[in-house]
C-alpha cells in the first residue's frame, strides 16, 4: 500500500471508528434505555474530539496531524475504557463520586430529580461475552489507534 493509499485509510478508519461507537452508545441509550455514567461520558467526549479532528482531515491541512490526533483521541477513550471496565469488574477502585442522574423531563422538577434513575459507574449495564460497554470500547478503540498510527507509520514524510 502507498503512501496516499495509507494516509486515506488511516483518515477513514479515524472517521468511522468514533462515528460508530457514538452511534452504538446513543442507540443503547434511546434505544435500550441504558443511561451513561459519568466515566461513559468521558469516553463519549474522546470520540467527540476524534470525529471533529477526523472531519478536519478530509478538508484541512495537514492531515496527517489532525488524523494522529484523531487517532490519540481514540485511544484516550480506549484508554478510559479500560479504567472504567476495570472500576466495574472490581478491578480497583474508582473515582468515589463517579455516578449520574438523568435528568427527566416534567412539570415539576422536583419529582424529575426524586424519580429519575441513578447511575453508577461500578456496575456494568449490559455486557457481551462478560466483556461491558467499556471494555468493548477499549478492545475497538486501541485496535482502532493502533491500526491509525501504523497506516500513518508507513509515510515517513507528511504527505497523507
Not at 474530539?49 to 491541512?61: E, F, H, I, N, T
Not at 486501541?142 to 497523507?160: G, S
Amino acid at each position: 500500500m502507498d503512501c496516499v493509499k495509507a494516509g486515506q485509510m488511516a483518515r477513514i478508519v479515524a472517521l468511522l471508528v468514533p462515528l460508530a461507537l457514538l452511534g452504538g452508545a446513543y442507540t443503547s441509550q434511546y434505544g435500550f434505555g441504558l443511561i451513561p455514567c459519568e466515566m461513559c461520558w468521558w469516553q463519549r467526549y474522546a470520540h467527540f474530539a476524534a470525529l471533529a479532528l477526523a472531519m478536519g482531515a478530509w478538508v484541512l491541512p495537514p492531515r496527517r496531524a489532525l488524523t494522529m490526533l484523531a487517532g490519540t483521541s481514540i485511544a484516550v477513550s480506549g484508554l478510559i475504557g479500560a479504567f472504567h471496565a476495570g472500576v466495574e469488574y472490581h478491578w480497583w477502585e474508582g473515582l468515589t463520586a463517579c455516578s449520574t442522574s438523568a435528568l427527566g423531563s416534567g412539570d415539576n422538577p422536583l419529582d424529575a430529580i426524586m424519580n429519575t434513575p441513578y447511575v453508577r459507574c461500578d456496575a456494568a449495564q449490559w455486557s457481551l461475552f462478560e466483556i461491558s460497554l467499556a471494555g468493548w470500547n477499549f478492545l475497538f478503540s486501541t485496535v482502532a489507534a493502533l491500526a491509525i498510527f501504523a497506516l500513518l507509520a508507513r509515510c515517513r514524510n507528511n504527505a497523507p
